[in-house]
C-alpha cells in the first residue's frame, strides 16, 4: 500500500474512489462469516457467523477511537517506528485531505478499517465450534490493538519500521503481512492454546452447507477487488493493474485446483475451487499493485499448487486449526510476500521481504500467546464439554439456525 505521504493529487475522484472500494471491503467480512459458517456443523452456525459480526462490530468502535491515529498518525521518540500516536484519536481530522488533493482521513480510514475487521475475522476459523464467544471477543480487542495496530503501523505508515518510508524497505501492496500472514499465523497459535475439537480427528463432520462455502467464497473475490484495487488510494491505472491482477491470480489458482481435484479424486470440487480461488487472492494481495498479469497468473497458479499440498500434509500434525487458516492465509500470504520481491526487485528485495516475514512471525506468535493468556486469566478460553456436545448457537446466543434435523 502506497504511504499516505505518496499520495498524488487528484481531488475528489481519489476520495471516491477509496469510499467504493471500502464499502467493497466491508462486504468480505459478512462474505468470510458466510464462507466459515458452511464449514461447521448445523449447530454451530450462528456462533460461526456471530464471530465475525463480532469483529466488524467491535473493531470499527476501537478503530474510531483510537485505532486509525495509533497506526497511521506520527508516533513519537524511540517508539516511532513501531505504534503511531493519539493526535489522531476520534477521527477529528476526518475532512483534512491526507495530502494536497488527495482522500480525505475519513475516506482512509474507513478504508483502513475494513483490514483491521476482517484480520482477526479470519482467525476466527481456527477455532470454530470450542472456543467461548466472550473470550472470543476480549480476544479480538487486545489483538486488533496489540498485534494488528503496531504491525500495520510499521508496514504502511510513513517511518515504519518495516516498511518503503524510512524503514527497512519491505513491500506489501494491500496487507501480505499484517493482514493474511498474521492472521494465519495468530490461527495456528489460538488453535494450540484453545485445544482441539472434542473428538478431532476421528469424529470430524464434512460441511454443513456447500452453498454458503461457494457463495461465501465468490462474495469475498468481489470485495478482494475494492481491497487490492484501492490500497494505492488513486483512481488511475494502478488501480486497474491491481484489480487485474487481483481477479487473474484468483481464477488461476480456482482453475489449478480443478486440475489438482480432478487428478486425485477423478473430478473437481465445488469446496476445492472455492478454497483455490481464496488461495490465489490471498497470495496476489501483496503483490497486486507490482506485477504484470501475466507474473499475476503464476502467483495463483503457484499459490494453488503449494497450498494444496499444505492442505494434505497437515493431516498428519495434531493441530486443528479447523478451517485451514494457516495453509490458506498464512502460507499464501508467506508466498506472496516472497514472491512480489522475486518479480519485483530481485534478490535483494527477496531478502528484505524474508527478512519482514521473519519479524512477522516473530512478532504475532509471541504477541498473540500472550493475548490469549492473558484473556484466559479473565474468562475460559472455551466452552464446557456438554456445550461443545450440545452445539454454540443456543448454549451462546440462544437460538438455532435451523430444525433438529438440519443440527447434524
Given at each position: 500500500m502506497l504511504t499516505l505521504a505518496a499520495v498524488p493529487s487528484v481531488g475528489s475522484a481519489n476520495n471516491g474512489f477509496v469510499l467504493i472500494s471500502a464499502a467493497l471491503v466491508l462486504l468480505m467480512t459478512p462474505a468470510l462469516a458466510l464462507f466459515y459458517a458452511g464449514f461447521?456443523?448445523?449447530?454451530?452456525?450462528?456462533?460461526?457467523?456471530?464471530?465475525?459480526?463480532?469483529?466488524?462490530?467491535?473493531?470499527?468502535?476501537?478503530?474510531?477511537?483510537?485505532?486509525?491515529?495509533?497506526?497511521?498518525?506520527p508516533g513519537h521518540g524511540p517508539l516511532a517506528p513501531f505504534i503511531g500516536g493519539l493526535g489522531w484519536a476520534g477521527l477529528g481530522n476526518w475532512s483534512v485531505p491526507v495530502s494536497d488533493g488527495g482522500p480525505g482521513h475519513g475516506a482512509v480510514a474507513l478504508f483502513q478499517l475494513t483490514f483491521a475487521v476482517i484480520t482477526p475475522a479470519l482467525i476466527s476459523g481456527a477455532v470454530v465450534e470450542r472456543m467461548a464467544f466472550?473470550?472470543?471477543?476480549?480476544?479480538?480487542l487486545l489483538w486488533s490493538l496489540v498485534i494488528y495496530v503496531p504491525l500495520a503501523h510499521m508496514i504502511w505508515a510513513p517511518g515504519g519500521f518495516l516498511g518503503t518510508s524510512g524503514g527497512l524497505g519491505a513491500l506489501d501492496f494491500a496487507g501480505g503481512y499484517p493482514v493474511e500472514m498474521a492472521s494465519g499465523l495468530a490461527a495456528?497459535?489460538?488453535?494450540?492454546?484453545?485445544?482441539?475439537?472434542?473428538?478431532?480427528?476421528?469424529?470430524?463432520?464434512p460441511p454443513h452447507n456447500v452453498p454458503f462455502?461457494?457463495?461465501?467464497a465468490g462474495l469475498l473475490w468481489f470485495g478482494w477487488l475494492g481491497f487490492n484495487g484501492g490500497s494505492g488510494l488513486v483512481a488511475g491505472n494502478l488501480a486497474s493493474l491491481a484489480c487485474l491482477?487481483?481477479?487473474?491470480?484468483?481464477?488461476?489458482?480456482?482453475?489449478v485446483w480443478m486440475l489438482i481435484d480432478t487428478h486425485q479424486r477423478g473430478k473437481p470440487t465445488a469446496v476445492g475451487v472455492a478454497t483455490g480461488a481464496v488461495a490465489g487472492l490471498v497470495a496476489i494481495t501483496p503483490a497486486a499493485g507490482f506485477v504484470s498479469p501475466m507474473q499475476a497468473l503464476a502467483i495463483g497458479a503457484i499459490a494453488a499448487l503449494v497450498c494444496s499440498q499444505a492442505l494434505q500434509l497437515k493431516g498428519r500434525l495434531r493441530l486443528d486449526d479447523s478451517l485451514d487458516v494457516l495453509p490458506i492465509h498464512g502460507l499464501a500470504g508467506l508466498l506472496g510476500v516472497l514472491l512480489t520481491g522475486a518479480m519485483h526487485g530481485g534478490a535483494g528485495q527477496l531478502w528484505i521481504?524474508?527478512?519482514?516475514?521473519?519479524?512477522?512471525?516473530?512478532?504475532?506468535?509471541?504477541?498473540?500467546?500472550?493475548?490469549?493468556r492473558l484473556v484466559a486469566l479473565v474468562e475460559p478460553l472455551r466452552v464446557r464439554p456438554d456445550e461443545e456436545r450440545q452445539g454454540l448457537d443456543v448454549n451462546a446466543h440462544g437460538e438455532e439456525a435451523y430444525n433438529d434435523e438440519f443440527t447434524g
Open positions: 461447521v456443523r448445523g449447530r454451530n452456525v450462528l456462533n460461526t457467523l456471530m464471530m465475525s459480526f463480532g469483529s466488524l462490530a467491535l473493531v470499527s468502535v476501537v478503530w474510531v477511537v483510537a485505532g486509525y491515529s495509533l497506526a497511521f498518525s466472550r473470550a472470543w471477543m476480549l480476544f479480538v495456528a497459535v489460538a488453535a494450540m492454546v484453545v485445544g482441539p475439537r472434542r473428538g478431532h480427528p476421528a469424529q470430524i463432520a462455502i461457494v457463495l461465501g491482477t487481483t481477479n487473474s491470480a484468483g481464477a488461476a489458482a480456482a482453475l521481504q524474508l527478512q519482514a516475514a521473519a519479524f512477522t512471525a516473530l512478532w504475532v506468535v509471541v504477541g498473540t500467546y500472550a493475548v490469549l
